[in-house]
């Protein structure tokens, strides 16, 4: 049999119908949530997300308040617009969007955003939080891999609670933003978890700890990182990664730019083709494991509602209510 392709689409579309309640209870109470970007300079990664994040307040009816400004204002200028953001009763959440320019310390930025408006939990009050086991805001993109997951099981019978105590996870990558807070999500839920790295992989011991492993979530921004050699039959697969890679029209292998031949076959790649991939090797994990997320499609959908849930979250910490 194969594999269960975790549809992130339609779980995100399942909390969206969820958060829509949610939001017109708030409404009728007179409690309007909204995000805040904070963009300084241009750059390009940092610019697409604040369009997205002001497009997705706008299908979510949200207020959206667009703090952007040049790449040479001072960083006292810019604390003093977190600080205005702090105060505006219209701002629920704040988004700081990196990279900030060198001149601009990104942890000066951050403490000084209020703990009861960091709806992605980038404030070390937040992230200390989140250690102990109690978050108000856990980050969104940790949060959708414990979502897909726990729905998963509930789509399997099993109560996510018996899902994930002592149940084997392999977090594949360490990053303060991603592989991190997964962990301590499911170390939280009491899992048996395990957080593996670059340096893993340095010593040869990724497939010791990953083979051992229930659920492997990889966050590593590999491509093909996670194939069948990597887990056991019957893992449950969650790729965070996003990857875009130029693919060799000769013989397939993924590539990181069009200016340099394929690194497999010397092939030219300059008219080759660009694809979004993740870090695991879908189409050879799909008759291996018992499901698996899509990239596009798994993770990535539901983050933005992870994101909309914690603006509810602090609306209505804000509100008292
Ligand atoms: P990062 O570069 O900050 O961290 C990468 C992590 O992977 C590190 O801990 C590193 O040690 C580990 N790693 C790298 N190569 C490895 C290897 N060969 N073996 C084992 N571990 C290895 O990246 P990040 O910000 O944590 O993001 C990871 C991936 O997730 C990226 O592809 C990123 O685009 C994606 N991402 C997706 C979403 C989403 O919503 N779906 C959000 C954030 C990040």
Known sequence: MGAKIIDGKAIADEIRAELAKELEGLKTKGIEPGIATLLVGDNFGARMYRGAVEKFC?????????ETHPADISEADVIRIVE???????????LPLRPFPEHISDSAVINSISVDKDIDCFHPFNMGKLALGEPTFPPATPSACIELMERYMKGEGIDPKDGFEGAEICVVGHSNIVGKPVSFLCLNRNASTTTVHVFTSMKGNLEKHTTAA???VVAAGFPNLIGSEQVKEGAVVIDVGINRVIVCPECGTYNRAKKDPCKKCGADLSEAEGKTVGDANFDE?????????????????VTNMMLAKNTLRAARLLAGA
């Open 214 to 216: 229930d659920y492997v």
């Open 84 to 94: 205005s953001l702090n105060a505006d009763a219209k701002v629920s959440g704040i």
């Open 58 to 66: 706008a299908e979510m009816g949200f207020n959206y308040r667009e």
């Open 285 to 301: 994990l799909v008759g291996k494991v018992k499901a698996i997320t899509p990239v596009p499609g798994g993770v990535g959908s």
